[in-house]
């Protein structure tokens, strides 16, 4: 059954037991999955097949950032998974992403969506500073967006704080995949611009990542309902 909205559930695991024990707690029509760097590394494609086995779109969420051929061929391994969607670093520059868009032109079947991480939402303007980047969040996002753009993919994963400016600038069809999503009154944890769920849709997010505020809360899938509840209102 197609997935009703736009919220991914991040299932940030140590390991695939208790990966798939939560989201026998949710419903594939009500929210898609992202299987991140935890749980892929202990429990590697497996945890996937069994994902998609219970009907859930996966979004591999690996964000490599090498140089062309290795990161191409990374995508092109995600693709081969079956997975929804994949992600690469836009740091990685043109060249690389540009790769990774034709491995995904090249194949026949069916092929997962491509987006790029702009700067992560764990960072703000003095952790740029501190990495030789003197420049607003929001600047270096937008610069990034349209480069992504450029390079023929099909979004970026960025604040719901710059969604709406990448919007209008870059038009309705480019996917724009927000984490740093918190509910009010949620714990920002290592989150440093977040958006709540509502308004992140009003700023133009295409897909709102969420993981703590559902998958440690006492009772996930009301966790999960309440925020599906606070969209429409
Ligand atoms: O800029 C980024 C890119 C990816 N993420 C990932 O999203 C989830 C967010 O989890 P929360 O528990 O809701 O904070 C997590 O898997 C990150 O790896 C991100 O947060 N920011």
Not at 99 to 119: H, I, K, N, Y
Request: aromatic share 4%; proline share 5%.
């Amino acid at each position: 059954m197609p997935c009703h909205t736009p919220i991914i559930v991040a299932l940030d695991f140590a390991d695939a037991a208790d990966a798939l024990a939560l989201a026998d707690q949710l419903n594939p029509s009500q929210c898609r999955v992202k299987v991140g760097k935890e749980l892929f590394t202990s429990s590697g494609p497996a945890v996937v097949d069994a994902l998609q086995a219970k009907g859930f779109e996966v979004f591999l969420d690996l964000k490599f950032h090498d140089i062309p051929n290795t990161t191409a061929s990374a995508v092109r391994a995600a693709a081969e998974l079956g997975v929804w969607m994949v992600n690469v670093h836009a740091g990685g520059g043109r060249r690389m992403m540009e790769a990774c868009r034709e491995v995904l032109d090249r194949r026949s079947g069916a092929r997962p969506l491509l987006t790029a991480v702009t700067v992560l939402t764990s960072m703000e303007q003095e952790d740029l500073q501190e990495v030789g980047m003197d420049i607003e969040p929001m600047v270096q996002v937008q610069r990034l967006a349209r480069l992504t753009q450029d390079c023929g993919l099909d979004g970026v994963v960025c604040s719901a704080r710059e969604a709406k400016a990448l919007r209008s600038a870059l038009g309705d069809d480019f996917l724009l995949v927000t984490p740093g999503i918190r509910p009010a009154e949620a714990s920002a944890d290592d989150q440093k611009r977040i958006v709540t769920p509502r308004q992140g849709l009003d700023n133009g997010s295409s897909y709102l990542v969420i993981g703590r505020p559902i998958t440690r809360a006492e009772q996930p899938a009301q966790a999960l309902q309440a925020i599906i509840a606070s969209l429409a209102e």
